[in-house]
């Protein structure tokens, strides 16, 4: 072993008898390779500091969700923090020659979850929670599950060998070995980076799979894929998802550029770059941001819930985070966090798993879904020797074929201009300085909602619907009452009763007021509408709208929908605004209230500042 890297010969040497990481980072000119001391501790505040030129590894699970109050099984897995005492920095040919290469038996492959039971987990999502208001995608996993003989460090080491020789494109390929628990994989995506002020998501989504013949005409799939409906919203909802976390923890909301090509060995995905100024502890902001879309799905909260509901286990690693944290040159922390994916865990005892999940949304597919999952985890099986490998990688750079830049960029067309460029705040001389409480229904969409608010130059406040008391509504200009999950005509349910008594005290009270989405259904049943389950969603569809004569294309996230009839409320009629096509009543306006069945908020919304604009004016002036 060549001396020239002292900490990686010692790594290579005794695996087993130190706690290690070996990272290869996206943008990094070497490969780190850290060693140190272990502790594991309850809470990401309690995630050590990095010391100059010694970073900090934390091993997030995803049972730490619990943290934001959301469910999750507990499965145990600790919230592990490698300390590094010592560091390096290694050249990739020089890693790539010095590890080991002798193969490691991997038997006893087994699917946690079969293809028939999967494809009707699939069906039951689908009809059962998507079908009846509870989100508009859920990521369900299945694990494959296997035992090597071969110690967990030293196959982690020989794993990371042969995903650094046939995968492309990771955002990080990594091995770490600590006590109980060694990780090993090339995930394609960030979760969250904090840097220089600023803070990274990288929403992937989207999944093409190569032909194995390269010489195969590739053009007519790949233009079929890239122009693909549920492709194409699959992606627009996991970037709606993360933006609501931009836009709570970075002051300018957050912008975004895209749609870029992710390309790996055996696949290739659609990806968004979002940005945004922010100041927060790096630790705030990997709490705010517990996890990613792609790997849950939308809306966070009740995710979470579908999650336990669907998934008998817990997720150990599987869509948690690799956390790095480390100073630069101005002794600054920031953090760099991909999503682990793509990943096996190895325990002690020989056990390893390889998890992979398909984001189900309403026109999910249930054979097409398990075919996502063995194809999402086929390069980490073909490392432990599962399944072929590609010595030969798939050499057609897909973002160069003919027409798929422009037909990329179409996709940005009929977005919202407020977040794919600069935001300005253009406050409002008539609303500026007045005060907006947003009420929380349990979805964060509330987030984007308050920056598009504060952009008008009013001061606004999010508070979870179950914090808000009725006699504190008079105590501001404005009450918005958010969107949110579920029926609201369930008389069960204390979130839709709470919502009612609100909206009745604030309507009695004569003071302004505003309805999105599930607050729109809520206040639409007080005025005597019918309510009724669409037989097919609109989740992330964009709709043609007449709002009182102002057309408007808006984002859509519903499965109840109001229907048209005479409105009335407390003996005052209000107007409605009716999608003919969709026999539905998208729109109530009164004096002092307004309501919208769409997201004006959303990615989705080409008019939707203005839109949003032009309800606020008409609920607190006219």
Not at 20 to 40: N, P, T
Not at 475 to 480: A, Q
Request: charged share 25%; proline share 6%; aromatic share 6%.
């Amino acid at each position: 072993m060549a001396a020239d890297f002292p900490l990686l010969d010692r790594v290579l040497t005794d695996p087993l008898g130190q706690a290690w990481a070996i990272l290869v980072r996206e943008g990094q000119a070497a490969v780190e390779v850290l060693v140190g001391e272990i502790v594991d501790v309850d809470l990401l505040a309690q995630i050590p500091p990095a010391e100059p030129g010694m970073p900090v590894l934390a091993l997030v699970p995803f049972r730490q969700v619990t943290e934001r109050g959301f469910d999750a099984h507990d499965d145990g897995t600790p919230l592990r923090v490698l300390r590094a005492t010592a560091s390096e920095r290694v050249t990739f040919e020089h890693l790539a020659r010095a590890l080991p290469r002798d193969a490691v038996q991997v038997t006893g492959e087994r699917f946690s979850v079969s293809d028939q039971d999967y494809a009707a987990i699939v069906e039951r999502v689908i009809e059962d929670e998507i079908g009846n208001g509870e989100g508009a995608n859920f990521v369900i996993r299945r694990d494959i599950e296997a035992h090597t003989d071969t110690d967990p460090a030293t196959a982690a080491l020989t794993w990371l060998g042969s995903l650094l020789a046939d995968e492309r494109g990771a955002y990080w390929s990594f091995a770490v070995h600590t006590p109980g628990h060694t990780l090993v994989g090339a995930t394609p995506e960030r979760h969250v980076s904090v840097q220089d002020g600023r803070v990274q998501m990288n929403p992937i989504s989207g999944t093409f799979r190569h032909p194995a013949d390269e010489d195969e005409d590739v053009l007519p799939a790949f233009h079929a894929f890239v122009k693909d409906t549920k492709e194409t919203e699959e992606l627009f909802m996991v970037v709606d998802e993360e933006m609501k976390m931009m836009a709570q923890i970075c002051t300018d909301g957050g912008r975004i550029t895209g749609p870029y090509l992710k390309q790996m060995a055996h696949l290739t995905h659609t990806e968004y770059l979002l940005d945004g100024r922010c100041e927060a502890d790096p630790r705030d902001v990997l709490r705010a941001t517990m996890f990613a879309p792609t790997v849950t799905g939308s809306p966070m909260e009740n995710a979470c819930t579908v999650i336990q509901r669907h998934e008998p286990e817990g997720r150990g690693y599987y869509a948690g985070v690799l956390a790095l944290l480390e100073r630069d040159a101005d002794g600054t922390e920031q953090l760099d966090a991909p999503i682990l994916i793509r990943t096996a865990h190895l325990r002690d005892g020989g056990a390893v798993r390889v998890s992979a999940g398909a984001t189900l949304v309403r026109h999910s597919d249930p054979r097409s879904e398990v075919a996502e999952t063995t194809a999402k985890a086929s390069g980490m099986l073909a490392a432990l020797g599962l399944r072929p490998r590609r010595e030969v990688r798939y050499a057609v750079q897909l973002a160069d074929l003919a027409g798929v830049p422009a037909v990329l960029a179409e996709r940005n067309e009929s977005l919202s201009p407020f977040w794919l460029s600069p935001q300005e705040p253009r406050p409002d001389p008539e609303l500026s300085g007045r005060s907006v409480l947003v009420v929380d229904a349990e979805d964060m969409w509330t987030q984007m909602l308050a920056h598009q608010v504060r952009h008008f130059g009013m001061q606004a406040l999010v508070r979870r619907w179950d914090a808000v008391s009725g006699a504190e509504l008079a105590e501001f200009d404005l009450v918005l009452f958010g969107p949110g999950p579920g029926d609201p005509d369930d008389v069960h349910d204390a979130r839709m009763r709470h919502l009612r008594s609100l909206m009745q005290a604030r309507f009695d009270a004569e003071a302004p007021m505003l309805a999105v989405c599930l607050s729109h259904q809520v206040l639409a049943r007080m005025a005597g509408l019918e309510v009724e389950k669409l037989a097919r969603p609109n989740q992330g569809v964009q709709l043609p709208l007449n709002l009182w004569g102002t057309p408007a294309l808006i984002g859509f996230y519903n499965t109840f929908v109001v229907r048209p009839g005479r409105a009335v409320l407390a003996d005052q009629s209000l107007e409605v605004a009716v999608d003919p096509i969709h026999d539905a009543v998208v729109g109530l306006r009164g004096p002092r209230v307004a309501s919208i069945q769409g997201h004006a908020e959303s990615v989705l919304s080409r008019d939707g500042l203005a839109t949003l604009h032009t309800l606020i004016r008409h609920a607190v002036l006219d």
